[in-house]
Structure formats: C-alpha cells, structure tokens
C-alpha cells in the first residue's frame, strides 16, 4: 500500500511542471500584454483636458438624483475598481441586480456592462448615472452645454 500511495504521489509532482507549463501555454493564447498606451475611443482622442474632466466626473456625487452616489461609490480604486458586494447598492438604498464589474482597464473591454448592450465604453457611462437603481439622474440635468469639441 505503502508503494502505490508513494508511487502516486511521485507521478502527481513530476506532472505538476507539465501541467503548469500547458496552462500557461493556454492562458497566452488567451490573454495578451496590456498595450502600453490607453486605447482611445473611436472618434474621441484622450487629452489632458478630457483626463482631468473624466476624473472631476468620476468622483462626483452630484451626478446622482440624491447627490450621494458617484461613479467611485461602486467603483471603488482602491478595491479594484469595485464595491466588492455581492450586488451594489444604488439610489435611495436599493439592492441592484448585479454587482459592478471593475473599471479598471475598462476601455480595453469587447463589451461593456454584463450583458454588452453599449457599443463602446463612451456609450456605457451615461446608463448608470440615468437608471433608477443606480443614480437616478436624468441626463437632460447635468449634459453639458459647451461645445463638446472644446473637451
């Protein structure tokens, strides 16, 4: 008995290493380097004026109908980019449906929110900040009235 369980347990480790090394063949098919510069969105080049914006934006409460949530709340930096909940809470309190997903390198995702209904990262910031569950705000009450080529 003795023999077979150390027999066992000599073939598991020498095909550890072999494993390993196929797994890590497979996860480089899949996953590529991160590109060294962030991508933009089509038609809407990153500027430092735009960089500086996004960020205002991002931490702002007032983007919400109750002017306690902003972007951040569910979307914590310092947590990975996410409330780490189960499902987030939003508006009045409410217990969302799903939970966030990170934002982290957010614009170098195929789709955007879980379900891929927004056809660019641009599309996908304006659904939070409008559904009743999560902000609650109308977009008519904080659009901005500049020329967006200004930005």
């Known amino acids: 008995m003795r023999h077979i369980i150390s027999t066992l347990m000599i073939s598991t480790a020498l095909a550890a290493p072999a494993l390993a090394d196929d797994m890590r063949d497979d996860a480089l098919d899949l996953f590529k380097a991160l590109p060294s510069t962030v991508p933009a969105v089509a038609g809407n ?3 430092p004026t735009k960089i500086e914006l996004g960020k205002m934006l991002f931490f702002d409460p007032r ?3 109750s002017g306690v949530f902003s972007c951040y709340s569910c979307h ?3 947590t990975g980019g996410d409330d780490n909940l189960e499902t987030s809470i939003g508006h009045g309190w409410q217990k969302e449906p799903r939970n966030s997903p990170t934002v982290l390198n957010a614009v170098l995702n195929e789709a955007q929110f879980w379900d891929g209904r927004a056809a660019d990262l641009a599309d996908q910031a304006k659904g939070p900040m409008q ?3 999560e902000m609650a705000k109308a977009i008519e009450a904080f659009e901005a009235t500049a020329d967006p080529g200004t930005v």
């Open 45 to 47: 080049p990153i500027t």
């Open 131 to 133: 559904a009743g569950v």
């Open 63 to 65: 983007l919400s109908a």
């Open 76 to 78: 914590n930096l310092t």
